[in-house]
């Protein structure tokens, strides 16, 4: 076999994807100086240098149980030795065990049925394509912060300016989001204003008769915003009077991630229309799937709809050992502990840092919020870069987040130790510090 050389330099990894990358593809970047992952192991990532990290940022959510888990990665090898691809055009029994198990994890008593997509994006983009034709409408509702993926339609969805591209498909309105912190409401005002805004909106933006709403059951990129209680459940309601379809986005906070629930949308008793579940289903192998009654999905029959890579067996294998991993590992009890530990970690910091505005979230989905003025609540961007590249020295990687760039969002892989805690809270007190 023929070895294929590498480059590990990172100064010649810069110059290449300068050089050969388009400029849409150089824009997403972290730090200001590259750096350059060679290898993971559960929570850990080691650069060219073999420095280690504690991953705060789960490769933008995606490594659920852990970076080179040994489980996935053998269960994938297995089956990319046997058969690397097959098309959904024949049968294969990798992907129909995983869409049964999938449909498991769910609330029983409903004929659930299973359409496995390339990505979390693709998944958004069939969840609203599914919305339209069974309805027959065609306005969407989504929230003001929301993110839902990088694709056309996707991004129609998506409520933050610095995603959004010309020649977005319009029929969609955007809600305010009941934010607990900085909503239009103001502090803890709970979810009944917020979902007054729903009716508004419906009267007001669109022809009355909807497709549906999408909801993320935490907000992720936009700055781990978790629905108040009461908040999905209702807007189910109102959507559903409107002719519309309830879509909970489960993305980023499905698979345990909250710590209380498989589900991020199980916190509220709700039970949705349709649910889209990627990123840590094959913890780093490309996969995502759109989940719905097979009533719902019927229609959809009367055309094809075809997702090349969508039911791969390899990467269904890696996420049946996903859900294998998460069930004899207890990773979601995990996420729980540590999440609430490191929680409590954070608001001891928020005592010690006045640039800390608030601090939230739910099991291992958790952020800090930069303000120039706890009372006036200003977003600090500049402060939140400059803690974030301080924590690149404390051996920290997480993300910079929301919509103001003003917020640290940590969303580890759920292996994350009580050890590791420690950790985190000096190497991000020592972050803040170094600020003077």
């Known amino acids: 076999m023929t070895h294929l050389k590498t480059d ?29 992952f060679k290898r993971g192991s559960m ?7 073999d420095r280690q990290y504690i991953d705060l940022l789960g490769m933008n959510v995606c490594i659920s149980v852990g970076h080179s888990h040994p489980t996935v990665v053998a269960a994938a090898q297995e089956q990319a030795a046997e058969l690397t691809h097959c098309t959904t055009m024949f049968y294969h029994p990798v992907p129909a065990h995983l869409a049964e198990e999938l449909a498991k994890t769910l609330p029983s008593g409903h004929n659930w049925v299973v359409h496995f997509t390339n990505s979390g994006a693709e998944a958004v983009d069939l969840a609203m394509t599914i919305a339209r034709t069974y309805t027959g409408n065609l306005d969407m509702l989504a929230l003001r912060t929301s993110y839902h ?25 955007f809600v305010a989001e009941p934010n607990q912190y900085r909503g239009i409401f103001g502090e803890n005002a709970g979810a009944e204003l917020y979902l007054d805004e729903i009716d508004r909106t419906i009267k007001s933006t669109t022809e009355g008769q909807i ?24 807007a189910a309601e109102r959507v559903r009077a409107a002719g519309g379809l309830y879509i909970a986005d489960e993305v980023q906070a499905g698979f345990g991630r909250t710590g209380d629930n498989m589900w991020g949308f199980e916190a509220d008793d709700v039970i949705p229309d349709i649910i889209v579940m990627a990123k840590g289903m094959g913890n780093g192998f490309p996969i995502g799937a759109v989940v719905t009654h097979k009533k719902i999905a019927a229609p959809m029959a009367e055309k094809f709809m075809f997702h090349t890579y969508g039911a791969n067996p390899t990467s269904c294998a890696a996420a049946r050992a996903v859900l294998n991993v998460l069930r004899q590992d207890k990773i979601q009890q995990n996420a729980k502990e540590v999440g609430e530990v490191l929680y409590q970690k954070l608001l001891d910091l928020k005592d010690r840092h006045r640039s800390i505005g608030d601090v939230r979230g739910r099991g291992l989905m958790l952020a800090i919020e930069m303000v120039k003025d706890r009372k006036t609540k200003e977003p ?19 993300s910079k987040s929301g919509p103001y760039q003003s917020v640290l969002r940590m969303v580890p892989p759920m292996c994350l130790s009580a050890d590791d805690v420690d950790k985190v809270a000096d190497g ?9």
């Open 380 to 398: 600090d961007p500049e402060v939140t870069a400059a803690v974030f590249e301080n924590c690149r020295d404390s051996g920290l990687i997480l």
């Open 428 to 436: 991000l007190n020592r972050a803040f510090s170094a600020l003077g």
């Open 211 to 234: 497709a549906g709403m999408i909801v993320e059951s935490v907000q992720g990129y936009g700055g781990i915003i978790a629905m108040p209680k009461s908040y999905m459940s209702g």
């Open 8 to 36: 590990w330099n990172i100064n010649s990894t810069a110059a290449r994807r300068e050089q050969f990358y388009a400029a849409s593809q150089r824009k997403f970047v972290p730090f200001k100086d590259p750096i350059v």
């Open 149 to 173: 993926g990088p694709t056309s339609a996707a991004q129609s969805v998506t409520g933050i300016a610095s995603w959004r591209h010309p020649g977005m498909p319009g029929h969609v309105s």
């Open 43 to 49: 929570q850990y990532l080691y650069d060219a240098e």
